[in-house]
């Protein structure tokens, strides 16, 4: 099983965060990204921003 990443620009939708989240399986990365996008863009934990992030998930490593 390889490891999962989203990228933020993707599901935040701004364009000045650089940040990109990986993890070994997709309820890590559902909690770290929900985590990132609460604290630091201020979105509300809806089952909305839930779907929106899980749609965004890619397989493998990040690009530097
Ligand atoms: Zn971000």
Redesign the pocket.
Known sequence: MGRKYVD??EL?G?AH?S?TIAAENDKELMQAALK??IN??GLANTAELRKQISSHFKEGNPPL
């Open positions: 933020c620009r935040s701004d965060c940040t990132h996008a630091v863009h």
